[in-house]
């Protein structure tokens, strides 16, 4: 079994910050990419930002320059820092991870989902 749980999201005035954590926990033999995504009402989810297990990140143009993504090796925790917020931001913002749980060759990862948490940019 393998948990992935948010934390940080909430209320912030445009141009505002906030700071998104993800924790992965379970049995886990290795974290692939990690990465966020979010689903404004009545919109597709779509990426925000992905990070693989060497480090290279991947931002949407829209967040590019005000979003920032990385993670915690020690900790299985992923972080989206999100700076100079645009009401556009508004959305429910969701972890991923690719992990491998089992130790059998060839290695299968899988799509791991966290439960959501409501990001709001009031204008």
């Known amino acids: 079994q393998v948990q992935l749980v948010e934390s940080g999201g909430g209320l912030v005035q445009a141009g505002g910050s906030l700071r998104l954590s993800c924790v992965a926990s379970g049995s886990i033999l290795r974290i692939n990419d990690m990465g966020w995504y979010r689903q404004a009402p009545g919109k597709q989810r779509e990426l925000v930002a992905s990070i693989t297990s060497g480090g290279s990140t991947n931002y949407a143009d ?3 320059g005000r979003f920032s ?3 915690d090796y020690t900790k299985n ?7 100079s917020m645009k009401p556009e931001d508004t959305a429910v913002y969701y972890c991923n991870a690719k992990i491998i749980t089992t130790p059998r060759f060839p290695w299968k990862e899988d799509d791991y989902w966290g439960q959501g948490t409501q990001v709001t940019v009031s204008s």
């Open 62 to 64: 829209s967040v590019k």
């Open 69 to 71: 993504i990385s993670r």
């Open 77 to 83: 925790t992923v972080y989206l820092q999100m700076n």
